[in-house]
């Protein structure tokens, strides 16, 4: 008998996921801190997903997903990053006010209902914030030539590609500074004082970008035109 996947252990599965991407392993802890849950709240629901075996939980050390839960981990952020395409592409909302609402969305519909909400979008293979969407069988190709803007030189060229921080108020500041996706910039002086740098947009314009901003932002390094 399938077992049916309520919001919260989608949400569970999905903040797993990431945790364990970027550390190995997703701690109770990180895990409480993300959710925003307690310590037993999250003993309770780990123990809930081990028995349905979507985790594997160890005592006092953490949790990483199994097959299974991977799969509906992906199938949620599928579903959350075609919802916040639709909410910009469609609804014209900005990229900075369409996380929230896709949080709620992506616990929408089943593999029918995505799959339809793909082909109306043409497939997207990236969200607004250059987030790349997983398929239908899961898989998702990422971009192996984007690096991060801190990482750039003197006189590199270069397109925005994406963020690592979708929080409004960074997105808001991107606005504010003229930067969005698929923009290109040349960069004309790094500051190694306070790690700030000055880049050129496509128009000549010149910007000061401070540090913090750059490495936040992903690029992609295009070839200097004779």
Known sequence: MKNTVSISQENYLKVIFKLQNEHGIASNQSIAEKLEATPAAVTGMLRKLASLEWVEHTAYQGAVLTAKGQRIAISTIRKHRLWEVFLVDKLKFKWDAVHQ?????????????????DAFLGCPATDPHGDPIPDANGDWTGNERVIGADKLSREQIFTVRGVSNSASDFLQHLDALNIHLGKRFEVLDHFPFDGSWEWSDENGESLRISREVAGQLLVELSKKEK
Request: cysteine-free; glycine content about 6%; overall charge negative.
């Open 101 to 117: 609402w896709a949080e709620e969305l992506e616990h929408i519909g089943d593999a029918d209902f995505t799959e339809r909400l």
